[in-house]
């Protein structure tokens, strides 16, 4: 199993800004997804990041908009980079510890912009 | 690409009636799992199958892989109000190192 402790757990936000959201897992993993839930929909993911690599990005999320960090196997950043109201959702950190069988979830970051 | 399906979009109920959601992969799938999500909540693993044609229950749920392994249902009996929340199906995806979520299905319930 996997622990996240992922923060803020929400804020809002001036449009033009930017907000970091942080994960912490309590164990080494290969891979840490980002994701963006819309209320009262899916899950999007938003890129892949990779411990010593760029992160990899789904089809309409680019590097400027959403740069991530991951500086160690633990730890890993998402930046929502010149916010707008658009941007305002959930986002949420994910890992699979052991290949596909589970994913565990950070609690969330509802960020709104205003 | 690959495309998860999951209905009904929503699905309301009266306390004690069951409830079903049906999820369906536009490719065969390695294995299925399922998440539910509380309102305000983030999304919890509930079960895994990988075998065709499985079905694994957990108390009051019951989970399918069908035989050609693209598709899968869970069936919840005699609802209760702590059932409340949006149940998603997710499949790894095929050439790529990632989960494919459905859109889920919310469940809301009438005590």
């Known amino acids: 199993s996997a622990v996240i402790s992922q923060k803020p757990s929400r804020d809002i936000c001036q449009r033009g800004t930017s907000l970091t959201i942080q994960c912490q897992v309590d164990s080494q993993v290969t891979m840490m997804f980002w994701y963006r839930q819309q209320p009262g929909q899916s899950l999007t993911l938003i890129a892949t990041a990779n411990q010593g690599s760029e992160a990899t990005y789904e089809s309409g999320f680019v590097i400027d908009k959403f740069p991530i960090s991951r500086p160690n196997l633990t730890f890993s950043t998402l930046t929502v980079s010149n916010m707008s109201p658009e941007d305002s959702s959930i986002y949420l950190c994910?890992?699979?510890?052991?290949?596909?069988?589970?994913?565990?979830f950070g609690q969330g970051t509802r960020l709104t912009v205003v | 690409g690959q495309q998860v399906m999951q209905i009904p979009q929503y699905q309301h109920v009266q306390e004690g009636e069951d409830f079903t959601t049906y999820c369906n992969s536009s490719?065969?799938?390695?294995?299925i799992q399922w998440y539910k999500q509380r309102p305000g909540g983030h999304p919890v693993f509930l079960i895994q199958?990988?075998?065709?044609?499985e079905v694994k229950k957990q108390k009051r749920l019951t989970f399918q892989f069908g035989e050609a392994k693209k598709n899968s249902s869970l069936h919840i009996t005699a609802t209760q109000t702590t059932d409340v929340g949006t149940y998603f199906c997710?499949?790894?995806?095929?050439?790529?190192?990632?989960?494919?979520f459905g859109q889920g299905t919310r469940l809301t319930i009438n005590p």
């Open positions: 490719t065969t799938l390695s294995n």
């Open positions: 994910s890992v699979s510890p052991q290949g596909w069988s589970e994913a565990f």
């Open positions: 199958l990988v075998k065709s044609g």
């Open positions: 997710a499949g790894p995806s095929q050439g790529a190192q990632k989960l494919v």
